[in-house]
């Protein structure tokens, strides 16, 4: 079926670990984003992608990695993770307009031990 | 800097009616966005508006006055289903969507 999908969706990980969370959309969307929502904030943007091989920083990139080599997947990897880390992390994507609706993925529930 | 505020936390009960407000103030301003979320899932797209004025879709309803920083939505006929986080989101003028922390509603029979 057409749509976003995420994995994991759950994730438990040591402190220092490398961990990469994937997401694939087969909307053909050019816009992809990375969010992370913890309790008491809003959906944070780390990352987004305009296109293939275009990524931009969000709200808070610090100890995060994308890329883009596909339009339809946009891998987030923490590099090394810490417990701040823990978190419960969205794929989106848009397209057509700039002011378009967000499709989101399912979430992938991190914990950092 | 760039801010969102509505309430953290409603009450209602089964078929009244709600009024769940945001204000926002950001840098430009390219519409505002209400998202439905259940607890555990994913948000899901309730409304856009961009214009001043008030859009309805069915037993939700969503207004907003630029002038004033201000947007609400309204629940009709609430339903023991419509018990989820409300988010409101800005878009600024780099097309960036600034969210709220979300509204709480819990519908009580």
């Known amino acids: 079926d057409a749509g976003i999908t995420q994995s994991p969706r759950y994730k438990i990980t040591e402190t220092g670990r490398q961990v990469t969370l994937m997401c694939h959309q087969t909307w053909s969307h050019s816009y992809m984003f990375w969010y992370r929502q913890d309790l008491g904030h809003g959906l944070r943007l780390i990352y987004y992608s305009a296109a293939a091989d275009i990524t931009d920083k969000g709200e808070v990139p610090d100890g995060y990695v994308v890329s883009r080599s596909k339009t339809e997947n946009f891998p987030l990897t923490l590099e090394s993770a810490t417990r701040s880390q823990t978190s419960v992390y969205f794929c989106a994507s848009r397209g057509g307009t700039d002011t378009g609706e967000l499709f989101f993925g399912e979430g992938s529930r991190l914990t950092v031990l | ?109």
């Open chain 2, 1 to 109: 800097g760039q801010n969102i505020d509505q309430p953290t936390e409603m009450t209602a009960t089964e078929g009244a009616i709600v009024q769940i407000n945001c204000t926002y103030q950001t840098s430009g301003f390219n519409g505002l966005f209400w998202y439905q979320q259940h607890a555990g899932e994913a948000p899901t797209f309730l409304s856009y508006n961009v214009l001043d004025g008030l859009e309805e879709k069915g037993r939700f309803s969503s207004f907003l006055s630029r002038s004033k920083g201000y947007s609400y939505l309204l629940l009709k006929e609430l339903q023991m289903k419509d018990s989820a986080s409300y988010l409101c989101a800005v878009m600024d003028s780099n097309y960036q969507l600034i969210w709220g922390a979300g509204t709480k509603l819990i519908i009580k029979p």
